[in-house]
């Protein structure tokens, strides 16, 4: 009896550090499962401090680069400033006041030319309207006395353009039919038939 209850007492101190060694190592797992989820978490949060600081390196990046195109751009604004020619500007000045006073002068002639043209405009209608009226009354006059100088032998008439502008420029044509025969212009006839209108 004595022995059977000692084999049993082993057994169970022997399942005691048995149950006791399996908690430890169950208890390890835990915290190792622990340390893997806050090492999951502090890799998080390295990501997404590594995503700033990249971010913070183009924006630096971003400024570097537009200094130096600002830089670029002073740079080459002092060339053409000193590139400037002082004098040749106030030339320049000069000229361009000088155009604008020339450019007034010649607005001026221009309407002075408009007035002169409105002016002899006049004159031609008043000389046209005269020398038509008189050619007219001529023409209604002319052969009458034509015939009463050739004997009742013939006619006459004076021929001329209603244009304006070319009746002073072509002038008038005087023709002539004498004794029957046919219109010929003035310049043409011989000096019996043009005796009687060199009398009239």
């Keep these: 009896a004595g022995e059977g209850m000692r084999g049993r007492g082993e057994e169970n101190l022997w399942q005691g550090r048995r149950g006791r060694r399996q908690g430890s190592e169950d208890g390890g797992l835990g915290q190792a499962n622990l ?7 502090w890799d998080g949060k390295g990501k997404r401090g590594q995503k700033q600081g990249r ?70 209608n008043e000389r046209f309207q005269q020398l038509s009226s008189a050619l007219g009354t001529i023409n209604t006059k002319l052969s009458e006395v034509y015939r009463f100088l050739s004997g009742n032998q013939g006619d006459a008439y004076c ?28 310049a043409s006839l011989s000096g019996c038939h043009a005796q009687p209108l060199l009398l009239f």
């Excluded at 340390?35 to 978490?41: D, E, S, V």
């Excluded at 021929?159 to 003035?186: C, K, M, V």
Aim: charged share 30%.
């Design 159 to 186: 021929s001329y353009t209603l244009e304006r502008r070319l009746l002073f420029a072509h002038g008038i044509t005087l023709n002539i039919r004498p004794d029957q025969h046919r219109w010929r212009s003035f």
């Design 35 to 41: 340390a893997g989820t806050r090492g999951r978490g």
């Design 55 to 124: 971010l913070g390196e183009d924006i630096q990046l971003w400024v570097t680069e537009e200094g130096c195109a600002l830089k670029a751009l002073e740079e080459e604004l002092a060339v053409l400033q000193a590139s400037i020619d002082a004098a040749a500007l106030e030339e320049d000045l000069a000229a361009l006041c000088r155009l604008g006073q020339v450019r007034g002068l010649l607005c001026d002639a221009e309407a002075q030319q408009a007035e002169v043209e409105r002016e002899r405009d006049g004159l031609v």
